[in-house]
C-alpha cells in the first residue's frame, strides 16, 4: 500500500484538485529527460519537466499475480528532445520511465506511481509511441547457468578476467568505405591477424554512432583492406572517415580461451561435458571408453 504525503492526501481530498502527470526517463547513457502534461515547466529533484515535445499517456491496467502490466506514451518527434535519429540508433532501449503524480500548483505534492522501462518504440508520421513495461519484466530474463561447453561468459567482463584494452586485444581504425549496410571496409587493423576480432565489439568515436557500441561477426581481409561485418544494420549511421576501437573476440570456446587469450584458467564453460551426439551413439570397436576427458 502507498503511503501519500500528508498534503497531497489532503488536496486529494478536496472538491477540486491540480493534479498532472510528469515522466522522468533515464537512457542507458546517463541523459535524463522530463515531460509534462501540464501547459507550463515544472521541476523537482533536479529534473526540468518541460510541456513542449511532452508525453501522453494511456490507462493502464491492474493486474494479480506477477504478469507484465505494460501501458503506453505518446508524443512528437523533436530534434530538441526525442529525435527519430536518437530512436533509431537504440538510444532509448531499455532506458528506465518514472511515472509521477504531480500537483502542479505544489510540486512537492507528488506520488511516483511507476517505474518501468521502455519495450517497444514504433514511429509514424512524425509521433513516436512507446511501451513502457513494468518491473515484471526482468522475470522474463535468464537467471542462473546452464551446463554446456561453451563458455558463458563474455570476454573482458569479471568473470573473464581478460584485460581488453591491450595494444594485442585492441585496434583502432578509420571507416574507408561502406561494402553495404552490414559491413564496412577499415584501415588500422594490418598488424592483427584476419578473423581477430570476429565475435568482438567496436565502440564508435565520432559520427552519428558516437558513444554506441556494435557487436563484429565477422573479421575479413582482402588485399591491404579489412572488413568489418556487423548483426546491426550501421550502414544508414556510418560515414567514412568515421573512426572506432575494436577489441578481440572470442568464439567462447576452450581452445579459443586458451590459445588466443591464455585464459583456460577463468573458462566460463564444461570443455569435458558429452554433447547429444556423444550420448546417444553407440559403441564401436576402437573407442575408448575408459572414462578420460572428451574433449583433452
Known sequence: MRTLDIGLAAHLAQSETTLCHC?????????VLGFTDHDRVLSFDGTAYTPANGLDGSEVPARLGAQVQTSEVLGMLSAEA???????????????VQTWRVN???????????RDSIGEIVREDGVFRAELRSAQQGLNATHGRIYQS????RVGDARCGVTLATPS????????????????????LEGFAEGWFSFGTVLWSDGKRD???????????????????FSTRIGDWVAVGD??????????????????????????????????DYVLRHPRNGDALDGRAVVP
Not at 82 to 96: C, N, Q, V, W
Not at 150 to 153: Q, V
Not at 169 to 188: E, I, M, W
Open 23 to 31: 515522466w522522468k526517463l533515464t537512457r542507458g547513457d546517463g541523459v
Open 82 to 96: 526525442i529525435s527519430e535519429d536518437d530512436i533509431l540508433l537504440g538510444r532509448y532501449d531499455g532506458a528506465e
Open 104 to 114: 502542479w500548483s505544489d510540486v512537492s505534492q507528488r506520488l511516483l506511481l511507476r
Open 150 to 153: 561453451l563458455c558463458d561468459a
Open 169 to 188: 586485444l585492441q585496434g583502432f581504425a578509420t571507416v574507408t568505405a561502406l561494402d553495404d549496410p552490414y559491413r564496412a571496409v577499415v584501415t588500422g
Open 211 to 229: 558513444g554506441l557500441s556494435d557487436a563484429v561477426v565477422s573479421h575479413a581481409r582482402l588485399g591491404s583492406a579489412d572488413v568489418l561485418g
Open 243 to 276: 573512426t572506432l576501437s575494436v577489441t578481440a573476440g572470442c568464439d567462447r570456446r576452450f581452445a579459443t580461451c586458451q590459445a588466443k587469450f591464455d585464459n583456460a584458467v577463468n573458462f566460463r564453460g564444461f570443455p569435458h561435458i558429452p554433447g547429444s
